[in-house]
């Protein structure tokens, strides 16, 4: 068996005991597996294992394995979860399922006028992206923000508003990456309660939050969809991916 095939079998394990220690069902929460760096081999790899949904942070190497991968593209799911700046957003209306990290309406607006240029794809899946550590470097809104943005995101035409992505800083710490979770759980529960019936709100139904080293306190917290990547593929060589 291959080690990424192991690797999957591991994190799916992990996942199940997570989802039952906190009373969930396993079903109810998505494996994204975060293949940035790693070649197009690795991913079909994972597809043999059963894995259909990737996550990738940069558009040009993402797009790369895509073009690569034409021929199984009816089976996969592709996921941008990188940070998006406005001459790339072309490239993520026409190659992706979803995109979890927008930040901006301009982007959104971007994203909806383009992805309107493809209509046999269909709605661009969209997550925003929410930053609830107090800390600089990592891109993301505040949680007062957000409800803002998605207002605005819902009344785009070929945009689909699923949910809330976040990116807590790291922590060592089980209490305190459950402390960071819960926030982010606490500002998507509020925005969609709030906007449970309005046009726009239809499918809001995605905490997209936990990597490979924070997943239980994620999946505790309540998150439908984490986002792991060297618990799959291995230690990523670059620094700062
Ligand atoms: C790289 C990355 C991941 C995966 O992180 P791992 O710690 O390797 O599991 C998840 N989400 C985002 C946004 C990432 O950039």
Not at 43 to 64: D, L
Not at 68 to 83: C, D, N, T, V
Not at 154 to 173: E, Q, T, V
Request: one cysteine or more; hydrophobic letters at 40%; charged letters at 25%.
């Amino acid at each position: 068996m291959s080690q990424i095939t192991n690797n999957i079998i591991g994190v799916r394990q992990r996942l199940e005991l997570a989802a039952l220690a906190a009373h969930r069902e396993p079903e109810d929460i998505q494996l994204l597996a975060v293949s940035k760096t790693f070649p197009a081999r690795a991913i079909e790899e994972a597809m043999h294992a059963g894995q259909t949904a990737f996550g990738e942070n940069y558009v040009q190497e993402a797009v790369e394995k895509i073009v690569q991968l034409a021929k199984l593209r009816p089976w996969l799911e592709w996921h941008f979860i990188g940070p998006l700046q406005s001459n790339k957003t072309r490239e993520v209306a026409e190659h992706f399922d979803w995109v979890h990290s927008v930040d901006r309406l301009k982007i959104a607006e971007r994203l909806s006028a383009q992805r309107g240029e493809f209509p046999d794809l269909g709605g661009l899946q969209l997550c925003i992206q929410i930053n609830v550590s107090e800390e600089d470097s990592k891109s993301g809104l505040s949680p007062s923000q957000a409800e803002e943005l998605c207002n605005a995101i819902a009344k785009l035409p070929h945009l689909i508003l699923r949910g809330i992505m976040a990116i807590p800083a790291p922590n060592p710490d089980v209490e305190t990456q459950r402390k960071a979770f819960g926030l982010v759980r606490e500002c998507f529960l509020q925005i969609q309660m709030k906007h449970l019936h309005d046009v726009g709100y239809e499918f809001f139904d995605t905490l997209s939050m936990g990597m490979s080293d924070d997943m239980e306190a994620a999946i505790a917290e309540g998150s439908t969809m984490i986002r792991v990547g060297t618990a799959i593929f291995g230690k990523r060589d670059k620094i700062n991916v």
